[in-house]
């Protein structure tokens, strides 16, 4: 018998039992967070989960520094002068960034009135830490920068933020509000006079809220209250989006999505309508 | 518990294959009984009861049919093993809220088709160990194919041989490669085509139908077409290769459907194991084409409703199955008189009209199927905030995707694997394939959406 004629046999039960070894091996050390059940758990996954978030049986466990950012303040600012929303027409976007997640995307593919003028910087899966962490830009060069990095370049006088259905199987509010603090000092460091608009984490439908132990509005909701803190009204502005696209009992209208997590392409322009109307001049 | 989890893949397989071949072969075709009914209980711990009764029910209507061919007995056994499948798969259409027992198609399939085979004098023993092998087999319960009983008396493992100890582990281990080439294969087509695939089309569904341009509808229904080949084929694929892995022979269920030559020839090559019991069950004994050109129609007619209303009970599996009932009808009687023409007119049908009545197959409601059909034929403009340039996003982020979907569609790959197929770079192709399934469904935890990240 040629060992050709089992190689792919050997090659597999060998490389199998290698990961295997390494995931034990190393389960109480690098691998701790991704055996979930000892029982359930396989090592191979384990160490399969590990490595799509880059950490290696080498990788050095950090405990996780909270990054400083250097914030310029200005020192101008009228401090108890709060900011009352006007109605504006789509010019009004004409200077504006929006950041974020798959229903941002959805936003800059379905609403022409705010694609035509607006920038967006928008990926599906994108999550706050992704926007502070990572270079996830991608210029028409291909090559990919952080958002410090492109808004020293590009700027802008309204930046839209919405983020936070993909975080909420991650760390908690208090985590989640941190980060999001994090990237709007990143913002204000680069665009100190930039208006930033935190849009809420738009609420999934009512069947989804129901079924989903994750992706619910119960977890949605703790997320927009911790978020709606980081408003100062001067500055930084939380719109309640929900208020545009909820039913009557406070999830997402079932009509407008088809999914219970995005709006469908025909449904955006109650998000737009309601961007109009909470302009800051 | 399905194939795709790392729990069955690295585990149970490994330790079962081990037992299964430590042990000398007359006590092999029980292990693989216990093992498969262990499996069924871990995914139906309740049906578990309803799969034994039929078995049990089976075995005894097949000790009579053995003594005595009755008609009388087979058609007792038809009824009962019909009526159980309707049941289930009607209770949802009476307002019965009835969860369909798993793999419930398949095994009544296996049962109907057994009495029948051994009424015809193709089984000539009845024996409890064998039978429920075939109704209860794991790599087959959940999602077939339709096996033969045949296969079961084929397996090369059960029976003493002349060989020496030494052959016979090479054997063995020549067996578990060839089954493991076609399970990795297998699990790569369902994991990295076909639940990829999957979440394109669950974009478009999202978008909403009457948003999408129409490049995209195409797009979709090419997409969705892929999508049900790999997946079908990929599970079959790894289905074969457990059998192989076991000592049966290779089972064909997909022979390069999509380079048919005309919709009956797709429907011979797709799931071709279904086709086949419909033929040998259904067909022939209606009298297929002996008794002349209507009662054939009429033959064709009744294969069709039963396929469409197997496949479901909402009115778009009428439409689904009632199509492709007319095209297989006018490709038999009429096209096929004009040779050229046909051969020309048969492989549009397939490359065409398939994926279009994959989109009904697709689509149950039937405001939504009018509302997607619009959109590939947009002759009523009903489309509401279309994006022109959609399809360019989509193919952005499935471009990857749709590649390795046509390219293992290519007939040629095939010839060139049975080739080559234990040629070193073949053979670390598969390896390559093989891991990039597994860490792709480590990350997944085996259910396609939880790609979806939003």
Redesign the interface.
């Known amino acids: ?2 060992i ?6 050997l ?2 039960i060998i ?2 039992i290698a990961i ?1 070894v390494v995931g034990i091996v190393f389960r109480t050390t690098v691998y701790t967070k991704y055996y979930t059940n000892p029982y ?1 758990t ?1 090592s ?2 384990a160490v ?2 590990a ?2 978030d880059n950490i290696f049986p080498w990788s050095k466990i950090e405990v996780e520094e909270k990054k400083t950012v250097t914030v310029t303040k200005k020192t101008n600012k009228k401090i108890n002068k709060i900011k009352k929303y006007v109605s504006v027409d789509n010019s009004y976007f004409d200077d504006a960034l929006f950041i974020g ?3 941002m995307v959805g936003l800059s ?2 609403c022409q009135d705010i694609d035509a003028r607006a920038t967006f910087y928008a990926k ?2 994108l999550s706050i830490y992704n926007i502070r962490d990572d270079k996830w830009i991608e210029t028409e060069d291909g090559e990919e920068i952080s958002l410090a990095e492109a808004l020293e370049t590009n700027h802008f006088s309204k930046i839209y933020i919405m983020v936070g ?2 975080e909420l199987g991650r760390g908690d509010e208090v985590d989640f509000r941190e980060a999001y603090q994090d990237v709007i000092n990143q913002i204000q460091a680069a665009e100190p006079d930039a208006y930033i608009f935190i849009n809420s984490i738009m609420h999934v439908s009512g069947e989804k809220n129901e079924t989903d132990e994750l992706y619910n509005n119960t977890n949605i909701n703790i997320r927009n209250d911790a978020i709606k803190t980081l408003e100062d009204k001067q500055n930084i502005f939380y719109l309640n989006i929900n208020e545009a696209v909820d039913d009557e009992e406070g999830n997402l209208d079932a009509e407008t ?3 219970g ?2 709006l ?5 322009e109650p998000w737009h309508e309601y961007l109009l109307s909470h302009g800051v001049e | 518990m399905t194939f795709f989890d ?2 069955f893949i ?2 149970l397989v490994p330790i079962f294959l081990i037992i299964y071949y430590i042990l000398p072969c007359n006590c092999r075709a029980w292990l693989l009984l216990v093992a498969s009914i262990g499996f069924y209980y871990i995914n139906e711990p309740v049906y578990i009861a309803v799969i034994s009764a039929a078995t049990l029910i089976n075995y005894i209507l097949a000790k009579f049919l053995s003594k005595k061919k009755s008609k009388v007995i087979l058609a007792i056994g038809v009824i009962i093993n019909c009526s159980c499948l309707c049941f289930f798969k009607g209770a949802s259409s009476f307002g019965l809220n009835i969860v369909i027992p798993l793999g419930v198609s398949y095994y009544i399939f296996k049962m109907i088709s057994y009495l029948a085979d051994l009424y015809k004098g193709k089984i000539q023993k009845v024996e409890l160990i064998n039978m429920a092998n075939y109704f209860f087999m794991f790599p087959q319960i959940i999602s077939g194919p339709i096996a033969r009983y045949d296969y079961v008396e084929s397996n090369v493992s059960w029976t003493k041989n002349e060989k020496s100890k030494k052959e016979n582990f ?1 054997a063995i ?2 067996q ?2 060839d089954g ?2 076609y399970f ?1 294969m297998g699990l790569f087509m369902k994991v990295m085509i076909a639940d990829h695939l999957s979440v394109l089309w ?1 974009d478009i ?4 139908y ?3 341009s129409t490049p995209l509808a195409w797009l979709g229904a090419y997409s969705y077409s892929f999508e049900l080949y790999f997946d079908f084929w990929g599970y079959s694929l790894m289905a074969a290769g457990l059998g192989v892995m076991l000592g049966f022979p290779f089972i064909r269920n997909f022979d390069q459907p999509y380079f048919s030559k005309s919709i009956s020839e797709f429907y011979r090559n797709w799931h071709s194991t279904l086709g086949s019991w419909f033929r040998d069950y259904v067909y022939f004994p209606l009298g297929g084409n002996r008794k002349g050109k209507l009662r054939t129609v009429f033959n064709l007619f009744v294969v069709w409703t039963l396929t469409g209303l197997w496949h479901g009970q909402t009115f778009n599996f009428w439409i689904w199955a009632g199509a492709i009932f007319l095209i297989i009808t006018i490709e038999k009687f009429i096209l096929s008189r004009f040779e050229k023409l046909f051969m020309v007119v048969g492989r549009i049908n397939v490359m065409v009209i398939i994926p279009i009545t994959w989109v009904v197959f697709a689509i149950h409601s039937m405001k939504a199927l009018r509302v997607y059909m619009l959109r590939l034929f947009p002759v009523i403009d009903i489309s ?4 022109k ?2 399809y360019l ?1 989509m193919l952005q ?1 499935y471009w990857l995707y749709l590649v390795m979907a046509i390219v293992f569609t290519i007939p040629a790959l095939t010839g060139f694997y049975k080739k080559h197929k ?3 770079f073949t ?1 670390f192709v ?2 390559a394939m ?2 990039i399934s ?2 792709s469904l ?2 997944s935890a085996g259910n396609p959406f939880m790609y979806l ?2």
């Open positions: 018998m040629k050709n004629s089992i190689l792919l046999l090659l597999t490389s199998a295997t359930k396989t191979i996954g399969f989960q490595a799509s997640d798959s229903r593919q379905y599906k899966s259905i993909n999505t088809s999914d997590v995005h469908k392409g025909a449904c955006y | 790392l729990i690295f585990r090479c281990l020549l578990m490669e493991l080439k990795a669950n569904k999202t978008i909403g009457e948003s999408i509401v905030a279309v994006n340039n959609d996003y982020d234990n040629n070193v053979i598969i390896f093989f891991w597994i860490f480590a990350n990240r939003f």
